[in-house]
């Protein structure tokens, strides 16, 4: 059975190879595992950092060929936003006047496509592209995309078991900042506990000043008494803020029997559903975007 497929790419120094991390890391691509093989002789150390997208493909071609200088096409959806981190990321680079380093800009292809190339490193290239018509190749549907860039956020937290909501915290940050989200367009609220989340999440969805809310918090049964009564309240709670303001609501709020299977949720061993949670909030704010983008008559 066929599993996956890998392009490797060795590079020059373990510079480049620092830069290139950063680069693709930068542009919100989800880290693989990687390896670091100690030296078996002198200088013989090796490592590798493998980065997954969703879906990967071999492609021959018989007939002509996009005229680019690399084999390295990332297909990707708003590429507007995609060049735009791309393009922050190269000017923070101390070699990105000395031409050894660049960005083209983004031009139409004869495949109807928009495309440009990137040169993070000096030889090493790569092209991003999306297709003009995005449902080529899809079920005909509307879906969200998972690019923050030019959005809101606000995060509900509870400080009630804080050594687990810090970590969703955390989690849900990094979502959010490496989908292209700034800093300054998140505000966090702190609330005691997770019974306070619905009417804080309310209060911030009024507002309008989100594109959606994501409510972090962490309940244990063993150690909470009427821990199916709050539960209760605060999903209905926070569910009827999403129904009522129309504003999408992530839900983020653990519930877990031991503090250790919290402890596995907020990043140990079954990722951390912080992040989770703020990947799902990206997804309906573009979802909703898009709905309220597209014209009355496409809709049919
Ligand atoms: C009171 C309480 C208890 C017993 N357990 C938890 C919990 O496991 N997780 C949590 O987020 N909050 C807990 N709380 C606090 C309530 O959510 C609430 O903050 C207080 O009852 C004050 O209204």
Redesign the pocket.
Known sequence: MIKGITFIRPVGSPADFNELVSFFAALGFEPGRGWDEPPQQPGAASRGRPFLAPLGNLEFVDGALPTLNTDLLVEVTAIDAVHHVAREWLAKRSGADTGKVGITSIEETHWKSRLFTVQPIAGFFVAFWEHQEALRGKAVALEGDLSAHEMSFAIVV?R??AVITDRLLQGALDALLRSGARREHIEIARV?????IPGAARKLAESRRFDAIITL????RG???HYEA?YNEVARGIGQSQQDTGVPHAFGVLTCETLEQALDRAGLKSGNKGFEAAAAAIEMASLHRKIDAKPAEQRA
């Open positions: 509870a009630w078991n005691p506990g997770s019974w306070e918090g962490c309940l244990i150690e909470t008494a709050i």
